[in-house]
């Protein structure tokens, strides 16, 4: 609900659990006055003070000056949401309120900067149930050319005089999501990406903050959060500056990078989300979880469990041609798989990383027939058919290069800069993308596929010279991810970029599934899954096989079992990537098997809640809980490695469960309410697994999965 008191020029903007509080003051500047938990009066809060000019005579006044976007120039010495060069040079930017109208959820401020005609309109829209805030900004030239020298999404202020600890996911690939804190200190905290092609996995455009005097926990306490829905180069400010005052600012990077606005014309920044949840991480967890599934993600998608994925990459890499592919699709497809993908290594000459990439036709001697027959052959076995592309890539062997060399970025003064042998193509330039839609578009109708992986492999080195290269770069990205979406809306898209370097916020709206890291050794993943599963929802945790060859080679090196690897299968969006022409008929039986039990609990997974009840991180025992969004059944997976001898955990308390419902769990009846409270005592349970505990520790490579479902009416 968004109200605006005509008396005291404030605008109100509550959620369920939040208030979020701005005024106008004497010379119309917008305010900020409060965020935080939801007001039972919010129409008592007011600017307290309205003298504008004090900012440039006081320094205290200067440091409290908390405008909504705040403006580079007189009197700001802290982080700035939009600088701008005029016609004239000066970049001192004033706006004051212009107009502003209210629609259901959505309030629409539009400031202006008389002086030099521009417009600015902030957008705001409340999440009532989600505890969510949406913001971003257009910025619109009236009359002379203006240049945007720097645009944030949006800034906000936490309260006052209090000290704040921000978590944000840093890592690299192999090792993503790795949470690390850091008090926000006097100064600035800056996360920010300058790779151009994707947001992770060095720093990922989320974060969240809680008070370090209010401790916060995974079930209680107080956080605010927020997420960019930007794929490319971002900047997050963490800022407290001289009298106390605590500022966010998120946005685009703007470092290198100038976007000129001639007459009439006007730049959108991407969307930045905030959130507000009093009951701890867990809280923050399901409304993200909501916003995934209530408004971005794809109806029609969705709603179906996601099938069960056969790979090539893992268990093959290069090494595809079509006889052999037509024999694996009958072992697919009596392993119980349910898509069969064509990972890396069909295209022309690609028997390794030197070449292929840009050349996006079926190699002639490997596939003499083309795709068609394979994707059919998948299809006549009731198997989906999905292939991989790496659209923004290019190898300098291929015929592309040849008959476009000046599509590469590269300097004419300098040698070329390779990462895996390839080049990247300039996706800011409008031919490029053309022949990427093209070719797309192509391999899709073609192959009739129902399934395309879209990988980037490398990052930016070398830029155009136009000033907004980056951002050009971004938007047709995310832009081709949106045709493809549109135009073949029942076709499922997995979002990987070497792992998890896209899992963001702006591509998650035009994809079924995130590759969420190449790691895919079970215990090293076990740490990943805990970050990932903050951000979204686990059936979207992809990677090119999580019953994967052990060991993984690429990886650590530990030999793992195959039923704890294919139970943690279950924990995400499953994939077999192993040799099954080679395999030993046993693990392949084994493989079955889980396939099969795995399709009995996955319409309790897919679109479930995830609960860590207890964390690896933490415990070297994951305890995680999957309960359906209505809360009528869930699943328990236990995973316990390297544990030390006597460690154990007795109780569990569930969580998400309904409190007067009955539920079987082990064959015993209990309610929501005493699993919730009392819990569930797992050693009792699970003592015939651990015979000799005590005297023996068993601490390695433990799972188990414990369903608790609605009883029946007896
Ligand atoms: C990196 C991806 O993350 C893998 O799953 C695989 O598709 C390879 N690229 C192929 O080159």
């Known amino acids: 609900m968004i109200k605006y008191y005509e008396k005291t020029r404030t605008f109100i903007i509550e959620t369920k659990s939040s208030s979020y509080i701005f005024g106008l003051n004497d010379r119309s500047v917008p305010l900020h006055i409060y965020y935080g938990a939801r007001l039972a009066h919010p129409e008592e809060m007011t600017l307290k003070s309205t003298n504008d000019t004090e900012r440039f005579t006081s320094s205290v006044k200067s440091f409290e000056y908390r405008q909504e976007y705040v403006t580079f120039g007189r009197g700001i010495y802290d982080e700035e949401s939009i600088k701008l060069r005029y016609h004239d040079g000066i970049s001192d930017t004033e706006l004051t309120y212009k107009n502003h109208s209210i629609v259901q959820n959505e309030l629409r401020l539009t400031l202006s900067d008389d002086i030099y005609s521009l417009d600015v309109t902030l957008v705001y829209r409340a999440f009532d149930e989600l505890d ?36 944000t996911f840093s890592g690299s690939h192999m090792r993503e999501y790795t949470p690390y804190t850091n008090i926000i200190p006097r100064g600035k905290l800056v996360f920010e990406t300058r790779r151009t092609v994707s947001a992770g996995p ?110 090539s990459w893992y268990p093959y890499f290069f090494g595809i041609e079509e006889e052999k592919l037509v024999r694996l699709i009958d072992k697919v497809a009596d392993l119980g798989a349910e898509l069969f993908v064509i990972d890396d290594g069909w295209m022309q000459g690609r028997t390794n990383d030197r070449a292929g990439l840009g050349d996006w036709f079926p190699d002639k001697e490997r596939f003499p027939n083309g795709l068609l027959p394979i994707s059919k052959k998948a299809h006549d076995k009731g198997l989906l058919f999905g292939l991989w592309v790496e659209p923004e890539m290019i190898n300098e062997s291929s015929e592309l290069y040849k008959e476009h060399p000046e599509w590469v970025l590269c300097y004419k003064t300098r040698e070329k800069s390779y990462t895996r042998h390839q080049l990247v193509l300039n996706f800011a330039r409008e031919d490029v993308y053309n022949f990427a839609q093209e070719t797309v578009d192509r391999l899709i109708e073609e192959n009739e596929l129902d399934y395309l992986k879209w990988d980037m492999n490398r990052y930016i080195t070398e830029k155009d010279t136009l000033r907004d290269f980056e951002i050009k ?8 991810y949106k045709h493809i979406r549109e135009k073949y ?59 994967a060859p052990s060991p993984y080679n690429s990886t650590n090196g530990r030999v793992s079992p195959l039923s704890y690897r294919a139970t943690l299968g279950m924990t995400g969006s499953m994939s077999v990537g192993f040799d099954i022409l080679k395999a030993d008929e046993k693990d392949i039986e084994k493989t079955r098997e889980m396939i099969k039990y795995y399709k009995t609990i996955r319409p309790i997974l897919h679109n479930s809640y995830f609960y860590p009840l207890s964390s690896y991180i933490q415990n070297k025992t994951a305890i995680w809980q999957y309960t359906e969004r209505n809360g009528r059944n869930a699943v328990i997976f236990i995973f316990a490695h390297g544990l030390i001898a006597g460690e154990q955990i007795r109780n569990i308390k569930l969580r998400g469960l309904i409190g007067d419902m009955l539920y079987e769990i082990n064959g015993k009846r209990l309610s929501g309410d005493t699993l919730m409270k009392y819990g569930f005592d797992l050693m009792d349970e699970l003592k015939d697994d651990f015979p000799k505990y005590l005297e023996e520790p068993i601490g390695d490579f433990y799972s188990k999965i414990i369903e608790v479902r609605e009883a029946k009416t007896e």
């Open 489 to 547: 809306p029942r076709l499922l898209i997995e979002n990987c970029a070497h792992g998890g370097a896209r899992a963001d916020f702006g591509l998650f709206e035009y994809c079924d599934r995130i590759n969420r890291s190449d790691n895919a050794d079970p215990v090293d993943v076990l740490k990943l899954h805990e970050g990932f599963a903050m951000m979204f929802p686990p059936r979207y945790a992809g990677g090119a096989g999580n019953i």
């Open 202 to 311: 060095y720093h990922v455009p989320f974060f969240t903050v809680t008070n370090t005097s209010a401790p916060c926990t995974e079930t209680y306490g107080e956080l605010y959060y927020g997420m960019l829905k930007y794929s490319g180069n971002f900047r997050n400010v963490f800022e407290k500056n001289q009298s106390g005052t605590v500022k966010i600012t998120t946005g685009i990077n703007f470092h290198d990078t100038k976007i000129e606005l001639k007459n009439g014309e006007s730049f959108e920044t991407p969307t930045a989300i905030f959130g507000y949840s009093d009951s701890g991480v867990c809280g923050m967890r399901r409304n993200i979880y909501d916003l995934e599934y209530e408004k971005l993600a794809m109806r029609s998608n969705i709603e179906k469990p996601f099938p069960i994925i056969y790979n």
């Open 132 to 167: 969510m805030i949406e913001r971003y900004a257009v910025i619109t030239a009236c009359g002379e050319t203006v240049t945007i020298e720097n645009a944030a999404s949006a800034n906000i202020f936490l309260p006052s005089g209090q000290n704040y600890e921000v978590m």
């Open 473 to 480: 770069f971004t938007q047709n990205v995310m832009r081709l």
